[in-house]
């Protein structure tokens, strides 16, 4: 069974960094793929980036492509996101959730478990 807890969002000032993990405790994590959404107040859901099963294949969002880092270890069931260079933007609720597949990492309906989401806010 999946269940993903995600931690590390916080309040940090624009130019900062957070670093959100999501752990899973189910016995399967090094066999699926993951990826993290976010979504802001009053708008949708949007992909920011995902990572294959093996950490070898990573996807971003235009708008973090440089600022972003997803990364995973298996053998502690967490994955990863390294925020650099925040901006108010950036601020939502970030979710991380498994995928069945990433041959659309970038489309919603590829992800089938979800966390709870963190907040991350970032000032100006």
């Known amino acids: 069974q999946v269940q993903l807890v995600e931690s590390g969002g916080g309040l940090v000032q624009a130019g900062g960094s957070l670093r959100l993990s999501c752990a899973d405790s189910?016995?399967?994590?090094?066999?699926?793929?993951m990826g993290w959404f976010r979504q802001a107040q009053g708008k949708e859901r949007e992909f920011v980036a995902a990572?294959?099963?093996?950490?070898?294949?990573?996807y971003y969002a235009d708008s973090v492509k440089g600022r972003f880092t997803i990364s995973r270890d298996n053998a502690k069931n967490t994955v990863y996101l390294q925020m650099n260079n925040l901006k108010p933007e950036d601020t939502a609720v970030y979710f991380c959730?498994?995928?069945?597949?990433?041959?659309?990492?970038?489309?919603?309906?590829?992800?089938?478990?979800w966390g709870q989401g963190t907040q991350v806010t970032v000032s100006s």
């Open positions: 959730a498994v995928a069945g597949s990433l041959r659309r990492a970038d489309d919603i309906r590829s992800y089938n478990y």
């Open positions: 990572i294959s099963w093996s950490g070898g294949s990573t």
């Open positions: 189910g016995r399967t994590f090094s066999t699926y793929a």
